[in-house]
């Protein structure tokens, strides 16, 4: 009794530890550099974060080549399929909550075709998954399974054409005509300058921008003394490595050296998320050759011209960091908690995995909410809930999760949980559209109420006080006799 609590204050004590670099690394290091990519890119604020959101912040997962399905286990493709299904409905129920914190109106046309999409891609993805295939060694069902894994992925790609092309020619349209640069190459106070469009900044030097980059107690100053003085050591480590492009900052942020030092520091963080030889290679060559140029390329007192490539280094950079910290978020949860109570593993997998991704998910949305960059929100959301939908059945293929010794991938709680995410994808729908297209407190309390219910109900299957809503036991049980 002594043991196992000493291990769970040790436990909170490392969760607490990875929940405040999570909180840091998402606040301070991913929003500004995703800010600043939507503020330059040539589409609305609810296409980009639409597209390249769930892109981002998933790139370490699909890049990732360890895997947790193997032929001679049977029980990690229920348990991969468990996880992947609480994630979804967790992504959603958590970012639809903190929009209805702030409030938000959305567009009639935007909330029924996201909405819709993302009913049709996960009823198929329930109708792929519960098929049994029957794979041998010639593996028969393979090019029906792989069909289905294009389908997926087609359908997807041309979904954000279509986005893409829309958000262009809106933002196109809406854009104000811009007045021509008064820039001219005869004000320029040295030949040099021509080779960049932005002048030098000499009331600067190297060493006062490299300080103010570094200095955490100053850029955390929105959060407690207390969290600053606690994490200003982890800053000065984390900003160095990591650049952050923002225009509240000198120079928009730009700080030569640690751009350089990122790009070679880069494919090693990688490492920690778990990269193919092969690509990791590519991807040092790559890095380093990009390093070399960037730093014959540009001057530290003036800002390059393309400093939205620096802004997407900073954010692939620090999702890696973060997709690390919630791995080891969901270690210590799933090894405290298969500890401490007796339940099945699909259980645990689908109400305690995903705990670090929807907590970085809820910092992204009310920092874009104090920016009062309502559309974006709104696309985080539905960006990460549709990626996890339509990259579910590719992300199982890609795992080895269909293999001979375990053909069902569906099991009853996996089920309920799923029936659960119908029942509140479909009401949610109708409470917004009741409520004149806008997300109200009603809909956050009726989404938290759902939510212990659901928890409350998967708890009692778990001890066996109710039965599943799923018939799959059944058949399973014919399967096995």
């Not at 279509?162 to 320029?188: E, G, Y």
């Not at 509140?424 to 009603?442: A, D, P």
Request: hydrophobic share 50%.
């Amino acid at each position: 009794m002594n043991s196992m609590l000493v291990y769970g204050f040790i436990s909170a004590f490392l969760l607490m530890a990875h929940f405040s670099l999570l909180f840091m690394v998402t606040k301070y290091f991913f929003v500004p550099n995703l800010v600043t990519l939507i503020e330059f890119a040539p589409m609305t604020m609810f296409g980009f974060s639409y597209m390249f959101f769930g892109a981002i912040f998933f790139v370490p997962h699909f890049n990732s080549v360890s895997k947790v399905c193997y032929s001679h286990k049977g029980n990690m493709s229920p348990l991969q399929f468990s996880n992947i299904v609480g994630d979804i409905m967790k992504y959603f129920v958590m970012g639809v909550m903190v929009i209805c914190m702030q409030g938000y109106r959305v567009e009639g046309v935007t909330l029924w075709s996201c909405m819709t999409f993302i009913l049709v891609g996960m009823y198929y993805l329930v109708v792929v998954t519960r098929k049994s295939y029957h794979l041998d060694y010639k593996q028969t069902d393979m090019y029906l399974i792989t069909f289905r894994v294009t389908v997926f992925i087609f359908t997807f790609a041309m979904v954000l054409l279509v986005i893409l092309v829309v958000s262009h020619t809106t933002f196109q349209r809406n854009a104000p005509k811009q007045n021509p640069s008064l820039d001219h190459f005869s004000d320029m106070d040295s030949g040099d300058e021509i080779l960049g469009k932005y002048r030098k900044q000499r009331v600067f030097s190297k060493r006062e921008l490299w300080l103010k980059t570094v200095n955490g107690y100053r850029n955390m100053a929105d959060s407690h003394v207390i969290y600053r003085i606690v994490m200003v050591p982890m800053y000065f480590v984390i900003s160095n490595l990591i650049p952050v492009i923002s225009k509240d900052r000198y120079l928009m942020g730009w700080t030569k050296f640690i751009s350089c030092l990122s790009l070679l520091v880069l494919p090693f963080i990688c490492l920690l998320n778990g990269v193919k030889a092969v690509g990791w290679v590519m991807m040092l060559v790559v890095c380093w050759t990009l390093s070399i140029l960037t730093f014959i390329s540009t001057h530290s007192l003036r800002r390059p011209d393309n400093v939205w490539l620096f802004a997407f280094q900073g954010l692939i950079a620090s999702s890696f960091a973060m997709n690390f910290l919630c791995r080891e978020i969901e270690n210590l949860a799933w090894q405290y908690i298969s500890t401490k109570f007796d339940l099945t593993p699909d259980i645990t997998a689908l109400m305690y995995f995903g705990l670090g991704e929807t907590f970085s998910e809820a910092i992204v949305i009310r920092c874009l909410q104090m920016r009062k960059m309502w559309d974006a929100t709104f696309g985080v959301v539905m960006s990460m809930v549709t990626y996890a939908v339509f990259f579910a059945f590719p992300t199982l293929h890609y795992q080895d999760c269909y293999n001979p010794s375990c053909s069902v991938i569906t099991t009853s709680s996996t089920e309920t949980g799923i029936y659960f995410f119908f029942l509140i994808v479909t009401t949610s729908l109708l409470h917004i559209s009741m409520s004149g297209y806008e997300f109200r407190m009603s809909l956050f309390f009726y989404l938290l109420i759902l939510t212990v219910i659901y928890v409350t109900l998967q708890w009692s299957i778990s001890y066996g006080w109710i039965l599943s809503l799923a018939s799959l036991r059944h058949i399973k049980k014919r399967k096995l006799n």
